[in-house]
Nanobody, 116 residues
Framework: QVQLVESGGALVQPGGSLRLSCAAS????????LTWYRQAPGKERELVAT????????KYADSVKGRFTISRDNVKNAVYLQMNNLLPEDTAVYYC?????????WGQGTQVTVSS
């Protein structure tokens, strides 16, 4: 079955960096776009970044442009989110997502807390 497993979340100080990973299985990874979302307490889930099948095209939320980078490894079946210059407002649970046909699949999420 389709599985997405996120990791890499942590408590980090403002200005710090983290690299999130999402390990995928159960589908032909290289043929699907992947997306990172996040959900902060009391807020709706929002799209952070998305990457196409080959990694040639990426899109970012305005709030993370220039600070976050999404990438993928189609050999390791993994997608990554490099987060630099983290701000307190980046605090959220981060989720990996893909859409197969009409079904959206989500991981369990990984907590990122930015605080001094």
């Amino acid at each position: 079955q389709v599985q997405l497993v996120e990791s890499g979340g942590a408590l980090v100080q403002p200005g710090g960096s983290l690299r999130l990973s999402c390990a995928a299985s159960g589908f032909t990874f290289s043929t699907y776009a992947l997306t990172w979302y996040r959900q902060a307490p009391g807020k709706e889930r929002e799209l952070v970044a998305t990457i196409t099948t080959s990694g040639g095209n990426t899109k970012y939320a305005d709030s993370v442009k220039g600070r976050f980078t999404i990438s993928r490894d189609n050999v390791k079946n993994a997608v990554y989110l490099q987060m630099n210059n983290l701000l307190p407002e980046d605090t959220a649970v981060y989720y990996c997502n893909t859409k197969l046909s009409t079904i959206y699949y989500w991981g369990q999420g990984t907590q990122v807390t930015v605080s001094s």
